[in-house]
C-alpha cells in the first residue's frame, strides 16, 4: 500500500523568506502526484499537478518537483507572503482510482 | 476550471439520525465522484468510490451500509451518514473525475459534519 509522507509537519517563516516542502512516497509506480492547499475548515485547492512523466512544474511563486525514482517530491516557494499560510498536502494516485495523501505541512508566513 | 459544490457546508445533528451530504459538478459532468473523510489534525482518507448508474465501490474498513453513496446523474453524487454517531463527526469531501487529454479530480469544499 502507498504511504505518504510529509515533513515538516510544521514550518513558520519570516514573510519574504523562500522555502520547501518535503514528501516522500514508497511506490514509484505512480500515476501523478498533485498538491494541493487547504485552508482551515476549507476544501482543498489545487496549486500544482505533475505527471509521472515529468520532473517539474511551475506556477507562479510556486515550482513542484518530482524525483519518481527516489519517491520524492518538493514544493518550492519563493518570497513566502502571509497570505500563502495554510496547510500544504501532497497526494499521489497510484494506477489505481486512489488518491493517497499525505498528512500535510501546516505553514505559517509571519508578516 | 471545474467547480464541485457540497451541500450543506456544515451540519449539526442529534446521534441517531441521518444526514445526506450532496456533491454537485456544476459545470461538467462525472461518471465516477469520490468521498473522503478527514479526521482532526489527519490526512484525508478515500471512503468510497461512486459511479453513475451502478453501485459504489467502499474502502476497505467502511461500512456500506452506514455511509449510503447514490450516483442518481452525472452531476451528483449524495452520501448519506445513517443513524450517525459522534465518532462520524468529520470532515467529508467530495471529488469529481473529468478526463480530458489527462484525469483530474475537483475537489468539493467539504462538509463538516458534527454529532452529538
Known amino acids: 500500500k502507498q504511504e505518504v509522507t510529509q515533513i515538516p509537519a510544521a514550518l513558520s517563516v519570516p514573510e519574504g523568506e523562500n522555502l520547501v516542502l518535503n514528501c516522500s512516497f514508497t511506490?514509484?509506480?505512480?500515476?501523478?502526484l498533485q498538491w494541493f492547499r487547504q485552508d482551515p475548515g476549507k476544501g482543498l485547492t489545487s496549486l500544482l499537478l505533475?505527471?509521472?512523466?515529468?520532473r517539474e512544474q511551475t506556477s507562479g511563486r510556486l515550482n513542484a518537483s518530482l524525483d519518481k525514482s527516489s519517491g520524492r517530491s518538493t514544493l518550492y516557494i519563493a518570497a513566502s507572503q502571509p497570505g500563502d499560510s495554510a496547510t500544504y498536502l501532497c497526494?499521489?494516485?497510484?494506477?489505481?482510482?486512489?488518491?493517497?495523501f499525505g498528512t500535510g505541512t501546516s505553514l505559517t508566513v509571519i508578516p | 476550471g471545474a467547480v464541485v459544490s457540497q451541500h450543506p457546508s456544515r451540519v449539526i445533528c442529534k446521534s441517531g439520525t441521518s444526514v445526506k451530504i450532496e456533491c454537485r459538478s456544476l459545470?461538467?459532468?462525472?461518471?465516477?465522484m469520490f468521498w473522503y473523510r478527514q479526521f482532526p489534525k489527519q490526512s484525508l482518507m478515500l471512503m468510497a468510490t461512486?459511479?453513475?448508474?451502478?453501485?459504489?465501490?467502499?474502502e476497505q474498513g467502511v461500512e456500506k451500509d452506514k455511509f449510503l453513496i447514490n450516483h442518481a446523474s452525472l452531476t451528483l453524487s449524495t452520501l448519506t451518514v445513517t443513524s450517525a454517531h459522534p465518532e462520524d463527526s468529520s470532515f467529508y469531501i467530495c471529488?469529481?473525475?473529468?478526463?480530458?487529454?489527462?484525469?483530474?479530480?475537483?475537489f468539493g469544499p467539504g462538509t463538516r459534519l458534527l454529532v452529538l
Open positions: 459545470d461538467f459532468q462525472a461518471t465516477t
Open positions: 461512486s459511479n453513475e448508474g451502478s453501485k459504489a465501490t467502499y
Open positions: 471529488s469529481a473525475r473529468v478526463w480530458t487529454r489527462e484525469e483530474t479530480q475537483y
Open positions: 511506490d514509484s509506480a505512480i500515476y501523478n
Open positions: 505533475i505527471q509521472s512523466s515529468q
Open positions: 497526494a499521489v494516485k497510484s494506477t489505481g482510482n486512489q488518491f493517497y
